[in-house]
Every structure is written in C-alpha cells, then in structure tokens.
C-alpha cells in the first residue's frame, strides 16, 4: 500500500489531461493513479507524485457537485507550496513553468525571511509557491 501524504491538495482543472502533461514538465511529476471517466472524455481521477508529496486533480463534472476549474485572471483562494532543497531548483521550476505558459507573479527572489521564493499562476489557473533555504 502506498501512503499518501496526510494533507493532499485536490486540484479540479479542465482540461485535466493538459494539466497532467504541464505538471509533468513543469514538476517532473509521476503518476500514482489514473481514472477516466465513463465518457472517455474527461479524467474522473489522478493523483501525481510532485516534489515527494501527492497532488490529485480531475476534470469538472458539474453533474456530480459544485466544484469549478478557476476562472482566467480570477484571485485564488489557495495555492500549494512546495518546498525545495536549493535555489537552484526554485529558479529552474520557475523557468520551465513559464517558458510553458505560466504567468510569473513574482519572480524568484531572495526574500527578507531566508527563502529563495517564487510565485507563479499555471494555465489552468492554480497559484503554485516555490521556496527553497538560501
């Protein structure tokens, strides 16, 4: 049995399949499970190890709840914060993630309280925090 981290954010993106192969490149994320849906249309389920912990995500289905992919330029409510252990790899996931169309929020920086810190926006509309020790 694999164990999961005890806190695993939930992502739902559309498309969920662009998302996987962004994460993928961006992350080097590997995937621990996968789901589609009946329709063959849409990903009911994946989970994907990033950075050593586990981030799930599925397409919308607004038949099944009240969940929403975020709208274009709308403020998040959360973002997921990964921790590195250089700034080296900060800058290098910053780098890549906006080179595949993430938008910089705040490039990597050297900050105030001893971390190396970068924010982006990916192109489904979740915030991702990059930290790393200096």
């Known amino acids: 049995m694999t164990v999961r981290p005890r806190v695993s954010p939930y992502l ?8 996987i192969a962004f994460y993928t490149n961006v ?5 621990r499970a996968f789901m589609p ?4 249309l849409r990903i009911m389920h994946c989970e994907l190890n990033i950075n050593g912990g586990s ?4 397409d ?12 274009p330029g ?5 973002s997921v914060s990964l921790e590195y252990d250089t700034p080296k790899e900060v800058d290098d996931v910053f780098a ?11 490039v990597p920086t050297n900050s105030f309280w001893g971390t190396r810190f970068a924010v982006f926006r990916d192109p489904f509309g979740h915030r991702w925090m990059l930290n790393a020790p200096v």
């Open 12 to 19: 739902t993106v559309t498309p969920a399949a662009a998302a």
């Open 27 to 31: 992350f080097g994320a590997q995937q």
């Open 37 to 40: 849906s009946i329709d063959g």
């Open 55 to 58: 981030v799930m995500l599925a």
């Open 60 to 71: 919308v289905f607004p038949e099944f709840g009240h969940t929403r992919p975020p709208l």
């Open 74 to 78: 709308e403020p998040v409510t959360m």
């Open 96 to 106: 890549r993630a906006t080179s595949l169309g993430a938008k910089g929020e705040n």
